[in-house]
């Protein structure tokens, strides 16, 4: 019988939304940045990576960019939603190339590595358009 998980909250309290279905992320590849102990990297920020951020991950020896099949990635490309390790994200941020997130689809055990306020001053509502604090 399939154990059932506890439902996941997002870094606003919320009920964790869906960061990306095509591409298919998140650490379960369920669409969502879900995260267990079995997540070593926490995979729990929903970004919307930008061409910066990922020649930074390439850069820091994660190339996002390049499709692998043989794992069933697709590469990304700039504009697409995926779930990234939590301390990529704010070594990013540290770097001056952070991208957006969305704070719904952010688990909320991403606060156990960035703090809320860096993640605000980066959040964007879900069409991917608007700052929140605009």
Do not use: K
């Amino acid at each position: 019988m399939p154990v059932a998980r506890a439902p996941d909250t997002n870094v606003v309290g919320g009920e964790l939304l869906e960061c990306s279905a095509e591409p298919l992320t998140g650490f379960f590849r369920d669409g969502c940045c879900a995260t267990g102990p079995e997540d070593v990297g926490s995979h729990t920020v929903c970004a919307i990576v930008t061409e910066e951020f990922l020649a930074f991950s390439r850069r820091a020896g994660n190339d996002l960019s390049t499709p692998q099949p043989g794992l069933g990635f697709p590469g990304l490309q700039p504009g697409d939603r995926w779930c990234v390790c939590a301390a990529r994200w704010l070594e990013a941020h540290e770097a001056g190339c952070a991208p957006p997130v969305l704070l719904a689809a952010t688990h909320e055990r991403a606060l156990e590595v960035i703090e809320i306020d860096t993640l605000l001053a980066y959040a964007i509502e879900p069409d991917g358009l608007t700052r929140i604090d605009s």
